[in-house]
């Protein structure tokens, strides 16, 4: 395995955590708005995020694990 290999299966891990950064972003603006307008979408976008975001962590860490223990 060279470098940018390695470097590839640890991508999915940072993206993932700047994703569950985003979603705790759209629980804030959640919890902080008073208008339904804004809070349904901010919810939505919640939902949306941690999902996408538990998934590439999943990925990442899964590869990761499979390449240094496996």
């Given at each position: 395995?060279?470098?940018?290999?390695?470097?590839?299966?640890?991508?999915?891990?940072?993206?993932?955590?700047?994703?569950?950064?985003?979603?705790?972003?759209?629980?804030?603006?959640?919890?902080?708005?008073?208008?339904?307008?804004?809070?349904?979408?901010?919810?939505?976008?919640?939902?949306?995020?941690?999902?996408?975001?538990?998934?590439?962590?999943?990925i990442g860490?899964?590869?990761?694990?499979?390449?240094?223990?496996?």
């Amino acid at each position: 395995m060279t470098v940018w290999q390695v470097y590839l299966f640890i991508v999915p891990i940072g993206l993932g955590i700047m994703t569950l950064v985003g979603s705790l972003m759209c629980l804030f603006a959640y919890l902080m708005s008073d208008d339904n307008a804004t809070r349904l979408p901010a919810f939505t976008w919640f939902k949306r995020l941690l999902i996408v975001a538990f998934i590439l962590i999943s990925i990442g860490l899964f590869m990761t694990f499979k390449h240094f223990w496996g």
